[in-house]
């Protein structure tokens, strides 16, 4: 797993209207109970080794199916699944920088789409 460093965490939004876009980004949506949940989307994928884009978020409102219900994002991760790949590759410095650097970039990406759009 890798932390990002993003404007992510913080930001609000309304649950309903940014559903849409995430999903036309490709991106999945997993509540963990009704309190919060994620955004989930494949940043990459070779050789058996998938990289996910992980974008939790916290519900601000009780009632998870009101159109006004806010939520507010959490820090934005990188989780690795590998079928045959040593995980500890994954963990080298080099290639733990090159994709935390994809994922900022993605987030960043992912957050100009949102603000041009709603």
Known sequence: MI???TNMPGKK???KKLKPHFKELGFHINGDNKYQGHFNGLLSSQDG???YLYLPYQLLQEEHNQPSV?????TPL????G???DPYLFQSVRHKQDWKHKGEQ????????IDNNL
């Open 13 to 15: 939004g309304f649950f």
């Open 106 to 113: 993605a987030v960043q990406q992912i957050i100009n789409h």
């Open 49 to 51: 080794e998938k990289m």
């Open 78 to 81: 990188i989780i690795y699944h």
């Open 3 to 5: 932390t990002l460093d």
């Open 83 to 85: 079928t045959n790949e």
């Open 70 to 74: 806010q939520i507010e994002f959490g």
